[in-house]
């Protein structure tokens, strides 16, 4: 019974909350879509924490997706063992920058008074959910080895099961604690999604990436002001 | 008032079924019993990963055996007789395996029937004796998956391990250690759980992606040579992933250090600096 909650029910309603309260929440409030970032002036505190952190998560985030949305070609890429290591490696890689972000982030936030008093109970729900996903992330990735050849087998007809609206949850409900808690913690993430700062994900500044250089012109004598 | 239902059919249907067994013909619920049954059970034949049911209807009363071939999730956690089986044959839950009434009330006869008459409720077997070399190696391509499943199965390695595959990294462990699986379900066991596996999770990952009798029978020579030490000594030198990975990291992490964090730090520096002063 619990199995079908968990793995029947429970991500209909994450699914729901994802798309439902994020447009909501974009047409009430379109000023919180932000995690309040304070990058601009603390990039080299920042660099340790959110750059490992981004980077793996990014990584990790579009490889689960595409061993979804191509577990054929994933595994003909396993098909001999060299490449099977080294699509792992990566991925565990990946794993160990994004808890080494994330702990650097959250011992940023606890030893700052400044950042304790702009920390929100959903804050740190955001941490809890994501500390979860990734310490069970790891240990699937340590305990349970192979997991970028058995997904495709076990966890992507799942889901495959759930668009077509008949979760199929024994090919989840078999699979051993760590694999379901990290699944759970997934759609976890998923509810908690728009409630909180990860709305920022969607409306990430991409473009940023190829606009075109920005040249900055002081409207001053530096040379003055910077002695002053 | 189901259960009632389905004694009164077992008890209408055990004369006809049985008269129709009398005539040398297979038993009607053969079919059933080897494609659900035989990987886990035989009739005469000894244990496999279940126990021999040999005499089993005997022993037991209709409703039992019917509630546990029909749904044993049932007995399996409440029933202490279920809870010490469970024990002694390593605890490998038999799943619920959908079967309907009129099936159940079939394999209680076909049991009852081959207890007292020998029947064939494997299916014809090419013995692993059989295999030659390249059999052997065939296995071994299937079970790392260089060679794929014709029916698109993923490879054995993505879940199980055999020590001393050769190849440079180790098998997976979502499942059991299978170096020596041979030595315990036998060539008639391992054909039958290589081709209708009772395993749940295996059961739902090859049940749409069935092995061929071929595939089985290089598997079946591939396990065989494992289990008797074959590959011992080979690929002892084995690749680790986690460290590996924590070799990656720090790089990774070195190399983000010296492309990223110098990014645009003049143009900030400077304005972080004079931020809020009157220029």
Request: positive net charge; glycine residues 8%.
């Given at each position: 019974?619990?199995?079908?909650?968990?793995?029947?029910?429970?991500?209909?309603?994450?699914?729901?909350?994802?798309?439902?309260?994020?447009?909501?929440?974009?047409?009430?409030?379109?000023?919180?879509?932000?995690?309040?970032?304070?990058?601009?002036?603390?990039?080299?505190?920042?660099?340790?924490?959110?750059?490992?952190?981004?980077?793996?998560?990014?990584?990790?985030?579009?490889?689960?997706?595409?061993?979804?949305?191509?577990?054929?070609?994933?595994?003909?890429?396993?098909?001999?063992?060299?490449?099977?290591?080294?699509?792992?490696?990566?991925?565990?890689?990946?794993?160990?920058?994004?808890?080494?972000?994330?702990?650097?982030?959250?011992?940023?936030?606890?030893?700052?008074?400044?950042?304790?008093?702009?920390?929100?109970?959903?804050?740190?729900?955001?941490?809890?959910?994501?500390?979860?996903?990734?310490?069970?992330?790891?240990?699937?990735?340590?305990?349970?080895?192979?997991?970028?050849?058995?997904?495709?087998?076990?966890?992507?007809?799942?889901?495959?099961?759930?668009?077509?609206?008949?979760?199929?949850?024994?090919?989840?409900?078999?699979?051993?604690?760590?694999?379901?808690?990290?699944?759970?913690?997934?759609?976890?993430?998923?509810?908690?999604?728009?409630?909180?700062?990860?709305?920022?994900?969607?409306?990430?500044?991409?473009?940023?990436?190829?606009?075109?250089?920005?040249?900055?012109?002081?409207?001053?004598?530096?040379?003055?002001?910077?002695?002053? | 008032?189901?259960?009632?239902?389905?004694?009164?059919?077992?008890?209408?249907?055990?004369?006809?079924?049985?008269?129709?067994?009398?005539?040398?013909?297979?038993?009607?619920?053969?079919?059933?019993?080897?494609?659900?049954?035989?990987?886990?059970?035989?009739?005469?034949?000894?244990?496999?990963?279940?126990?021999?049911?040999?005499?089993?209807?005997?022993?037991?009363?209709?409703?039992?055996?019917?509630?546990?071939?029909?749904?044993?999730?049932?007995?399996l956690?409440?029933?202490?007789?279920v809870r010490a089986l469970l024990a002694k044959y390593?605890n490998?839950r038999?799943?619920?395996?959908?079967?309907?009434?009129?099936?159940?009330?079939?394999?209680?006869?076909?049991?009852?029937?081959?207890?007292?008459?020998?029947?064939?409720?494997?299916?014809?077997?090419?013995?692993?004796?059989?295999?030659?070399?390249?059999?052997?190696?065939?296995?071994?391509?299937?079970?790392?998956?260089?060679?794929?499943?014709?029916?698109?199965?993923?490879?054995?390695?993505?879940?199980?391990?055999?020590?001393?595959?050769?190849?440079?990294?180790?098998?997976?462990?979502?499942?059991?250690?299978?170096?020596?699986?041979?030595?315990?379900?036998?060539?008639?066991?391992?054909?039958?759980?290589?081709?209708?596996?009772?395993?749940?999770?295996?059961?739902?990952?090859?049940?749409?992606?069935?092995?061929?009798?071929?595939?089985?029978?290089?598997?079946?020579?591939?396990?065989?040579?494992?289990?008797?030490?074959?590959?011992?000594?080979?690929?002892?030198?084995?690749?680790?992933?986690?460290?590996?990975?924590?070799?990656?990291?720090?790089?990774?992490?070195?190399?983000?250090?010296?492309?990223?964090?110098?990014?645009?730090?003049?143009?900030?520096?400077?304005?972080?600096?004079?931020?809020?002063?009157?220029?």
């Open positions: 019974m619990l199995d079908v909650i968990l793995f029947g029910a429970f991500p209909y309603v994450a699914v729901v909350l994802f798309v439902g309260v994020s447009i909501q929440r974009y047409r009430r409030e379109p000023f919180t879509y932000s995690s309040l970032s304070t990058q601009f002036l603390e990039s080299r505190n920042l660099f340790w924490g959110s750059v490992p952190f981004h980077v793996g998560v990014l990584v990790l985030f579009f490889g689960h997706l595409l061993g979804f949305m191509f577990p054929r070609q994933v595994m003909l890429w396993n098909a001999m063992p060299a490449r099977l290591f080294i699509l792992e490696v990566s991925a565990l890689i990946c794993g160990i920058l994004t808890i080494v972000g994330l702990v650097g982030l959250i011992l940023r936030r606890a030893r700052s008074a400044r950042l304790r008093v702009n920390t929100s109970v959903n804050d740190i729900l955001v941490y809890i959910a994501l500390l979860c996903s990734i310490i069970t992330g790891l240990w699937v990735a340590l305990s349970l080895r192979w997991g970028s050849a058995w997904y495709t087998h076990t966890i992507v007809p799942y889901l495959q099961s759930l668009i077509v609206m008949q979760p199929d949850i024994q090919r989840v409900a078999e699979l051993p604690l760590a694999a379901r808690l990290h699944i759970i913690s997934a759609f976890a993430l998923f509810s908690l999604f728009s409630f909180t700062r990860l709305v920022h994900i969607i409306v990430a500044p991409v473009p940023y990436l190829w606009r075109p250089t920005q040249l900055v012109i002081w409207n001053r004598d530096r040379k003055t002001t910077s002695g002053a | 008032m189901e259960l009632r239902v389905l004694i009164a059919g077992l008890l209408i249907a055990l004369p006809v079924v049985s008269l129709a067994a009398e005539d040398g013909t297979p038993h009607p619920s053969t079919d059933v019993f080897v494609t659900k049954c035989s990987s886990c059970h035989s009739v005469g034949e000894g244990d496999r990963v279940g126990p021999d049911l040999k005499g089993v209807t005997e022993r037991r009363k209709p409703d039992w055996l019917a509630t546990m071939i029909k749904a044993p999730s049932r007995l956690d409440s029933d202490p007789e390593n490998v038999m799943p619920d395996l959908g079967l309907d009434d009129e099936q159940v009330a079939g394999l209680i006869d076909l049991v009852a029937h081959c207890s007292e008459h020998a029947c064939q409720l494997t299916p014809e077997l090419r013995p692993v004796t059989e295999a030659v070399e390249l059999d052997a190696a065939h296995g071994r391509a299937l079970f790392l998956g260089t060679a794929m499943f014709t029916n698109g199965g993923p490879s054995c390695i993505s879940c199980h391990t055999v020590s001393g595959t050769g190849a440079m990294i180790g098998g997976g462990t979502l499942a059991k250690d299978i170096t020596n699986v041979f030595a315990r379900l036998g060539d008639d066991g391992l054909d039958a759980a290589l081709r209708n596996p009772s395993f749940p999770l295996m059961n739902k990952v090859f049940g749409d992606h069935p092995l061929s009798a071929e595939e089985a029978f290089a598997l079946r020579a591939y396990l065989y040579d494992a289990n008797r030490g074959k590959h011992q000594g080979a690929g002892v030198y084995q690749l680790s992933v986690p460290m590996a990975s924590l070799i990656g990291a720090i790089a990774v992490l070195i190399l983000l250090n010296t492309a990223w964090s110098r990014r645009l730090r003049g143009v900030r520096r400077e304005l972080v600096r004079h931020g809020g002063r009157p220029s």
